[in-house]
């Protein structure tokens, strides 16, 4: 019985674990709802499934659990199928309280970077818990997730890595950006945040850096809009740094090459609109660059660029010359 089709009839309804069921697209998130389904056809409607088969184990397919399956409000039927079972604390808790542990830790920080970094890795290791945290407290954790304080975290991005977060493409891999994107985990992509990092809320270039832009918007994006997550895709392009002192930083996770020309970026930009189209077509792509360049059709381009002076010649040059809406703001 393969992963995707497994279901639990527990008490009559059929019961879809968390980590394969879709996430509510504007309502606050939980784990623990289940909803009234057609049974299957070779089950009575009050049968229950002997929850501690081998075909409701995850051993059948040979994967681990998922770091979204140490979930503390997950039942024991379900901590049984993720094979967590035993691997988190005995109490089946109600959300509620998982949202009032995650501000006591946070109200515990002083500094709002600390915080920033308390969230990211819930983020990483409970993506349902932390946007269940941002639905209901959007007004109060706004200002850690993203302005102002994801300026101080992208000053400081290469010294706090910690976990990958979002995609890198380095000028060197051009030639090879469409085999790159097919390293992506998730198979299904609406909507990209790219940036080279070099205008990074008024501090300059930053490198690499500056996947906290990305990073930060599109955690927005999902939990102000309800944008899926997992079709998310935070790009850093690394086309070089002009910033000197972070080519001579030990610890920075950039290339050590000086920006590359105009020239050299539109052609690389060519490529990786062409990677993205084919890819993940129809998909929306906000681009935020230092300067100006071609962009090729993807369905949808929002073009974000400080240096950029938007005039009505500009736009009617972009929309004769490429086949793409184009929006400004």
Same mark, same amino acid.
């Given at each position: 019985?393969?992963?995707?089709?497994?279901?639990?009839?527990?008490?009559?309804?059929?019961?879809t674990p968390p980590s394969l069921?879709?996430?509510?697209?504007?309502?606050?998130?939980?784990?623990?709802?289940?909803?009234?389904?057609?049974?299957?056809?070779?089950?009575?409607?009050?049968?229950?499934?002997?929850?501690?088969?081998?075909?409701?184990t995850m051993s059948a397919t040979?994967?681990?659990?998922?770091?979204?399956?140490?979930?503390?409000?997950?039942? #024991?039927? =379900?901590?049984?199928?993720? *094979?967590?079972? @035993? +691997?988190?604390?005995?109490?089946?808790?109600?959300?509620? &309280?998982? %949202?009032?542990?995650?501000?006591?830790?946070?109200?515990?920080?002083?500094?709002?970077?600390?915080?920033y970094l308390y969230l990211s890795?819930?983020?990483?290791?409970?993506?349902?818990?932390?946007?269940?945290?941002?639905?209901?407290?959007?007004?109060?954790?706004?200002?850690?997730?993203?302005?102002?304080?994801?300026?101080?975290?992208?000053?400081?991005?290469?010294?706090?890595?910690?976990?990958?977060?979002?995609?890198?493409?380095?000028?060197?891999?051009?030639?090879?950006?469409?085999?790159?994107?097919?390293?992506?985990?998730?198979?299904?992509?609406?909507? #990209?945040? =790219?940036?080279?990092?070099? *205008?990074?809320? @008024? +501090?300059?270039?930053?490198?690499?850096?500056?996947?906290? &832009?990305? %990073?930060?918007?599109?955690?927005?994006?999902?939990?102000?809009?309800?944008?899926?997550?997992?079709?998310?895709?935070?790009?850093?392009?690394?086309?070089?740094?002009?910033?000197?002192?972070?080519?001579?930083?030990?610890?920075?996770?950039?290339?050590?090459?000086?920006?590359?020309?105009?020239?050299?970026?539109?052609?690389?930009?060519?490529?990786?609109?062409?990677?993205?189209?084919?890819?993940?077509?129809?998909?929306?792509?906000?681009?935020?660059?230092?300067?100006?360049?071609?962009?090729?059709?993807?369905?949808?381009?929002?073009?974000?660029?400080?240096?950029?002076? =938007?005039?009505?010649?500009?736009?009617?040059?972009?929309?004769?010359?490429?086949?793409?809406?184009?929006?400004?703001?």
């Open positions: 019985m393969g992963i995707k089709t497994v279901q639990l009839l527990i008490c009559g309804r059929v019961h069921r879709p996430m509510h697209r504007f309502g606050a998130l939980t784990s623990r709802t289940s909803r009234k389904l057609s049974c299957p056809s070779h089950l009575k409607p009050t049968e229950l499934l002997p929850i501690n088969t081998r075909s409701l040979n994967q681990a659990p998922k770091s979204g399956d140490y979930d503390t409000t997950h039942s #024991t039927a =379900v901590r049984r199928y993720n *094979r967590t079972h @035993g +691997l988190l604390p005995p109490r089946v808790e109600d959300p509620e &309280i998982q %949202v009032k542990r995650c501000l006591k830790q946070i109200g515990q920080k002083t500094q709002p970077i600390d915080k890795g819930l983020r990483n290791t409970n993506v349902h818990l932390f946007y269940r945290l941002v639905v209901q407290h959007i007004k109060d954790l706004a200002p850690l997730i993203y302005t102002p304080t994801v300026g101080e975290a992208c000053l400081q991005w290469s010294h706090n890595y910690v976990q990958p977060e979002g995609l890198y493409i380095s000028y060197s891999d051009r030639g090879h950006i469409a085999a790159i994107l097919q390293n992506w985990p998730q198979a299904n992509v609406e909507i #990209t945040v =790219v940036t080279d990092g070099s *205008r990074i809320l @008024g +501090l300059g270039d930053l490198g690499i850096n500056g996947m906290g &832009i990305p %990073v930060g918007k599109l955690a927005l994006y999902t939990g102000c809009a309800g944008i899926r997550p997992e079709a998310t895709l935070p790009l850093m392009l690394d086309l070089g740094t002009g910033n000197k002192a972070l080519r001579e930083d030990p610890l920075y996770l950039g290339s050590r090459r000086e920006k590359v020309s105009s020239q050299e970026e539109q052609e690389f930009l060519d490529e990786l609109m062409e990677a993205l189209t084919e890819k993940w077509p129809g998909s929306v792509a906000f681009i935020l660059l230092g300067r100006l360049a071609c962009l090729h059709k993807i369905c949808h381009i929002v073009l974000l660029s400080c240096q950029v002076q =938007v005039t009505p010649e500009l736009i009617h040059s972009l929309n004769r010359n490429f086949s793409t809406l184009l929006t400004f703001f």
